[in-house]
């Protein structure tokens, strides 16, 4: 054991426990769980959820986890302008964090939200928790999803179109479909 470990984990412990009492009056309300075809997320599955502090509705947050169960990523989170810099986004991450024990990774974040997730980051890092760099266009987007293409399910009329193009029978079916599309 190092001599800085019990350094380390004051320090974490610290870190937990400030992320813990800025979560402590956050609840996340769902409106909506769904993962259509075409959906970044699919077929893993998307959330809508309402945040509330108090009763009232303070802002909503779109969070989406994988199929492969692997990470948490975060499309939106939004807060009310009137109700930010009081740790509810932060709290809100923390409660996602604490439920799924997933690293989170923010979709296309916005500039205006880069000292947000900045100082996220770094608190979260400090309590242990992880916070990946965001995904940035459908390049990577594209590239993430490449992960769990192998568990999304093929379409029936997808998987027969595939079957008979496999078949021996496949040319003389074409030259008929030929034959007709001329008439």
Not at 28 to 55: A, C, H, K, W
Not at 62 to 82: A, K
Request: hydrophobic share 40%; proline share 6%; glycine share 8%.
């Amino acid at each position: 054991m190092s001599i800085f470990e019990p350094v380390h984990a004051f320090f974490r412990r610290r870190a937990v426990k400030t992320l813990n009492d800025a979560a402590a009056c956050v609840y996340l309300v769902n409106r909506r769980q769904e993962s259509p075809r075409g959906n970044f997320m699919f077929p893993g599955t998307d959330y809508l959820d309402d945040i509330e502090v108090g009763g009232q509705r303070v802002g909503h947050v779109d969070y989406g986890i994988n199929p492969l169960g692997d990470r948490l990523y975060i499309n939106m989170l939004e807060i009310e302008p009137e109700q930010r810099r009081q740790g509810f986004g932060l709290g809100v991450l923390w409660n996602l964090w604490r439920t799924h024990q997933l690293p989170i990774v923010p979709l296309d974040q916005y500039t205006s939200s880069d000292g947000f997730w900045y100082r996220a980051r770094r608190r979260f890092a400090a309590a242990g928790a992880v916070i990946e760099d965001e995904l940035r266009g459908a390049d990577q987007m594209e590239l993430e999803q490449q992960r769990w293409q192998h568990l999304v399910p093929e379409p029936e009329h997808e998987r027969l179109i595939r079957e008979l193009k496999a078949s021996p029978e496949w040319p003389q079916i074409q030259a008929r479909l030929q034959t007709w599309k001329d008439l």
